[in-house]
């Protein structure tokens, strides 16, 4: 399995979506990018990339790595009002990747695709390579 179709199975959240593009000829309309994977990508930045586009949420979903978590306890954890973490949730939850369950008088909210962390993971991996690259182009 290529590399990009790992990571947008990683991201996948909409089992409605279609599969993923398979290896063949492009069109000759868009060399070299099979017309379903330029969709696919066109929705992953639409669904994804703008839910984790923001630093707080970033931390939220880090932060429910560990476990589900209420809101107060999240926004203790991230050192932000309530009110603010709870839009953060919001867009995560309207995104699909955080799922709430109310217990008792408290509302849960918890990461419906642990695999999320793995996937930012592997961003943050490549922001650091390049970092130390353009770090050692600097010092030679």
């Known amino acids: 399995m290529r590399r990009h179709e790992c990571l947008c199975y990683a991201l996948r959240m909409d089992s409605m979506a279609r599969p993923l593009a398979t290896p063949g000829p492009a ?3 868009a060399p070299g990018i099979d017309p379903r994977l330029r969709q696919e990508l066109e929705e992953l930045v639409a669904q994804m990339c703008t839910a984790i586009n ?12 560990d476990g589900p978590r209420t809101v107060n306890e999240l926004a203790s954890i991230l050192g932000a009002p309530q009110s603010n973490t709870s839009q953060h949730l919001a867009v995560l939850r309207n995104r699909g990747l955080v799922d ?15 695999k999320i962390i793995e996937a930012v993971d592997l961003l943050r991996g490549v922001l650091n390579e390049e970092i130390s690259r353009q770090h050692a182009l600097r010092s030679a």
Do not use: F, Q, W
């Open 27 to 29: 069109p000759a309309s």
């Open 54 to 65: 923001e630093p707080k949420r970033l931390m939220v979903i880090y932060a429910l790595g």
């Open 100 to 114: 709430v369950e109310r217990r008792g008088s408290h509302v849960v909210y918890a990461l419906r695709y642990p």
